[in-house]
């Protein structure tokens, strides 16, 4: 793992082993590296100073910032397991991924993902990206408090969800009616997002209970998914909230 939030986060979160923490020799002060030494040191990992080069060469990315976590994997998660997790008491509410395929869209999806309140998110196993360095550097550390279910099918796990009390719900910007004409009770939600130029899958969208798009107003035709994954995700948290209070 590499990047200075991601590093702490994955120390605050503490969800997995980490073994050992590079951070450059060169490196000039800074409040987040203070944070790591003590989070590091609170844990019993161990933190080494090491050569600019040296970092640089083992680094998985352009630019890890001067710091490299080495930790396990993160646990695997069963689609079932996020259909019936709790974050602060409330219902689920999960993000999709149908075959997003940039790890720079994808990590700031997660990132704004976790700061609306999704609660899980599930990927694809195939034709799309997974949690790579990338993904995890732009993610700013969200992976760690984000549990991730990777699935054989999109199509299938939408109906599983479907079975299990989750209203699905797709965002293509073909669909008829906007976001904004959601009506959402404070039950368990998935938002499904398709690709970067296709946009949903035929099967998937077919299979959503609803299908809405954000209204546009300028003259460019679309949003990169990252961002209208952003404005959705808290549309979403917006309309649960509303329907809660």
């Given amino acids: 793992m590499e990047g200075r939030q991601a590093v702490r986060e994955l120390l605050l979160a503490n969800r997995r082993a980490t073994r050992e923490i590079w951070l450059a020799s060169d490196l000039d002060p800074a409040p987040v590296l203070d ?28 630019a890890p910032q001067g710091v490299i976590a080495f930790a396990r994997p993160l646990p695997d ?27 720079g869209n994808l990590g700031a999806l997660l990132r704004s993902a976790e700061c609306a309140g999704v609660t899980g998110v599930v990927l694809p196993r195939h034709r799309a990206v997974h ?21 054989g099918g999109i199509p299938t796990a939408i109906r599983d969800l479907q079975k299990a009390g989750v209203q699905v719900v797709g965002l293509d910007e073909r669909a008829s009616r906007t976001i904004w004409d959601l009506q959402l009770a404070d039950t368990p939600v998935a938002l499904v997002l398709g690709a970067e130029g296709p946009g949903l899958s035929r099967l998937a969208r077919d299979r959503c209970d609803e ?21 959705a995700c808290f549309e979403v948290a917006r309309g649960r909230h509303r329907t809660a209070t």
């Fill in 35 to 62: 944070d790591i030494r003590e989070l590091a040191a609170d844990a019993r990992v161990v933190v080494k100073e090491v050569g600019r080069g040296k970092l640089d060469a083992a680094a998985r990315t352009d």
């Fill in 77 to 103: 998660v069963s689609l079932d397991e996020l259909v019936t997790a709790r974050r602060n008491r409330a219902n689920p509410f999960l993000l999709v991924s149908d075959g997003i395929t940039d790890p």
């Fill in 131 to 151: 949690i790579t360095p990338t993904v995890t550097k732009a993610a700013a550390g969200a992976i760690e408090h984000l549990p991730m279910a990777v699935v």
């Fill in 211 to 231: 299908v809405v798009r954000i209204p546009m107003d300028g003259r460019l035709a679309s949003l990169n998914v990252a961002t209208a994954g952003a404005l």
